[in-house]
Every structure is written in C-alpha cells, then in structure tokens.
C-alpha cells in the first residue's frame, strides 16, 4: 500500500518567513495530494490540493509543488501569521478519497 | 446542515464498556468516511459509505469495530469490549461523491470524537 513520510514534524519561524513542509510517497499510481490543516480541538481542513497533471498550485501566500518522478510534493506558505499556526498534514491517493494516506503531520510554530 | 457534526466529542469508557460514535454529514453528501488519528499522528482510514452501502471496511482493525448508516445519512461507529490501545480521535468526513476526478469531492471533516479508554 501507499506510504507518505512528511518532514519536519516540528517547524518554528519567525512571523514574515517563508515555511516549507515536505512529503515523499512510495505508490507511483497517487496522482492526488491534498493538504490540510488541523488546529487543537478541531478536525483537518483542507487548504489546497494538487493533480498529477499540474507541477505547481498557488493561492495567495500558499503554493504546492508536486515531483512525480521524484514521487515528493511540498508546501510553500509565505509571509507567515501568528494565526497559520496549526499541524500540517500531507496525503496520496491513487484516486478515489477513500484511499487517502496521510503523513504523520508537521507542527507549524509562527513566532510574533 | 453547515458541516459535519460528530457527537460527543469526549468520551471516556473503561476497558471492555462498548461505545457508539454518532456523525452527522453535510446534508447531500454522498459519501462518508471514518478515520482513526492517534496522538501526534495522520489520520487513519477506517471505513467508507456511499450512501447507506459500506464499500469499503478494510481498515477496521478489528471485528470489535463494527459501522452502518442505514439511511445513508447518519453513520454510527460502534467499538465493542473497548480496549486502551482503542483511545484516539476518530474523525468522521463526508464528500459530495467519493471519487477524485471532479472538484466537487473534497473531504469536509468533522472535529472528532476523543475516546479515552481507561
């Protein structure tokens, strides 16, 4: 089956930085990667996704890039808040929402 | 209704009680899952409904985990003889369809039922 690793899983930057989260996937048949966002005491929300067929998405301050033959997709998110605090989940999926496989989450600290 | 509401969100069982997790999709949404998400860890999938059909359970750990949605709507998961390694968030999410290949399949998440098992 499908296996995700995501790094770090801690990440701490000062508010205005740039932050990037990593992920590498086993299964060549995920052409899905979504990622979403957790904060305490809620359940993840979905922040943006990306297909196979694309190598970059972008909205406002947050970009994906996806490397299928590297099978690695990273989060970029820009001019950081105090308020994009939260863990960050990876996913893949060879297509269909059942199949998803998450990674194991990066904790996202931005410092005032 | 607006999002996907589970209940309750804490609950505290002692080993081998049985308990019944309760989630209310998003009205319309076809599809439902269950996922497992241990402390510090990515969500695990459990089970999957498209309307009141269970297409697929592979994930259940264990046949103490049992899950239906009669009127393909509210779903219950049930966790018979609870046992400690049971405790976790189990997140409930629906989907206006449960494939992938639209826009239209995003997975809406409730914020999870806690089960604590002492």
């Known amino acids: 089956g499908e296996n995700v690793e995501q790094h770090p899983s801690t990440l701490s930057v000062q508010e205005g930085d740039s932050a990037v989260i990593k992920c590498t996937y086993s299964?060549?048949?995920?052409?899905?990667f979504p990622w979403y966002k957790q904060e305490l005491g809620k359940g993840p929300q979905l922040i943006i996704d990306i297909r196979s067929n694309v190598g970059e998405k972008k909205d406002q301050r947050i970009a994906v890039t996806l490397n299928k033959t590297a099978k690695h997709f990273s989060l970029h998110i820009t001019e950081t808040q105090p308020e994009d605090s939260a863990v960050y989940f990876c996913a893949a999926s060879p297509g269909s929402a059942r199949q998803l496989t998450f990674g194991s989450g990066t904790q996202l600290t931005v410092l005032p | 209704g607006a999002g996907v509401s589970q209940s309750p969100r804490y609950k505290v069982a002692k080993r081998g009680q049985d308990v019944a997790l309760r989630c209310d999709p998003i009205s319309g949404h076809v599809s439902l899952f269950w996922y497992q998400q241990a402390l510090g860890q990515g969500p695990e999938f459990l089970t999957y409904f498209q309307n009141e059909a269970q297409l697929d359970k592979s994930g259940l750990p264990s046949d103490r985990f049992f899950a239906e949605r009669p009127e393909g709507s509210v779903s219950t998961l049930k966790i018979q003889r609870t046992q400690q390694e049971d405790s976790a968030v189990y997140l409930c999410?629906?989907?206006?369809?449960?494939?992938?290949?639209?826009?239209?399949?995003?997975?809406?998440f409730g914020a999870g039922s806690r089960l604590t098992v002492l």
């Open positions: 299964d060549s048949a995920s052409n899905y």
């Open positions: 999410a629906s989907s206006l369809d449960g494939g992938l290949q639209t826009g239209a399949n995003v997975l809406t």
